[in-house]
């Protein structure tokens, strides 16, 4: 079953803003990562936080954990073109083994130049 | 160049055929997994494997079967018994069958029944 929920499912904006993404999630977790997907493509890795982690930088991008809301946030600053991809967040349920990750259905970023 | 390869790009299968996907990787990754993706959709675990000769059902396993002859192989076959098998294939792996490891993905398979 699907863990991870993002929302909103669409967002378009305009080249330069800010773009924040969400994502909700059911049990404890051992970390929970953000991919990009661009469209017909594999995903890419963008960043892993773990669990006692409650906020991460890689460029321009922010992520933000709360295990207490059992939410993450994904910032997108001064946003490009190339941005525009689906995001999904994946988590690593705590005492799930070592079964990989359970994806959540994504939310599909449009930046508008 | 390192990285995960799978092919074909595009497959066209006729209803009551099995076909097969190929994934490989020159990583050295221990595990490797194969998802199911459907239109604005997440992924969707069907199989995956943390050592080479042993694999595990994900979640939606029925309908599938894969091998783990080789470390660097892990294909997936699609059977006549997979009633809905219209989708994109994703292929990863990662060094260990941990999952505090990143995934590193595949182009995909887009497969598509007539």
């Known amino acids: 079953s699907q863990q991870g929920e993002e929302d909103p499912q669409a967002l378009s904006i305009q080249e330069g803003e800010n773009a924040t993404m969400n994502c909700s999630y059911k049990?404890?977790?051992?970390?929970l990562q953000w991919y990009r997907q661009n469209s017909g493509r594999g995903l890419v890795h963008l960043i892993l936080?773990?669990?006692?982690?409650r906020e991460k930088h890689s460029g321009r991008l922010r992520v933000t954990l709360d295990t207490s809301k059992k939410s993450s946030s994904l910032l997108i600053t001064a946003s490009r073109a190339a941005d525009t991809a689906s995001y999904f967040c994946?988590?690593?349920?705590?005492?799930?083994?070592?079964?990989?990750?359970?994806f959540g259905k994504g939310t599909h970023l449009i930046i508008q130049p | 160049d390192g990285g995960i390869t799978q092919s074909p790009k595009y497959l066209f299968r006729k209803e009551g055929q099995n076909v097969t996907l190929s994934c490989e990787q020159n990583?050295?990754?221990?595990?490797m997994y194969w998802y199911r993706q459907d239109p604005g959709q997440g992924l969707r675990l069907i199989y995956y494997?943390?050592?080479?000769?042993?694999?595990q059902k994900g979640d939606i396993a029925e309908g599938y079967s894969v091998s783990r002859e080789k470390k660097e192989s892990f294909p997936l076959t699609v059977t006549s018994a997979q009633k809905n098998p219209t989708a994109f294939y994703l292929c990863?792996?990662?060094?260990?069958?941990?999952?505090?490891?990143?995934?590193?993905f595949g182009p995909g398979t887009r497969l598509t029944v007539l």
């Open positions: 936080i773990r669990s006692n982690e």
């Open positions: 990863a792996s990662t060094p260990t069958g941990y999952s505090y490891n990143e995934q590193f």
């Open positions: 990583l050295n990754h221990d595990a």
């Open positions: 994946a988590t690593d349920e705590a005492g799930g083994g070592a079964d990989g990750l359970t």
């Open positions: 049990t404890s977790i051992n970390n």
């Open positions: 494997s943390q050592i080479v000769n042993d694999f």
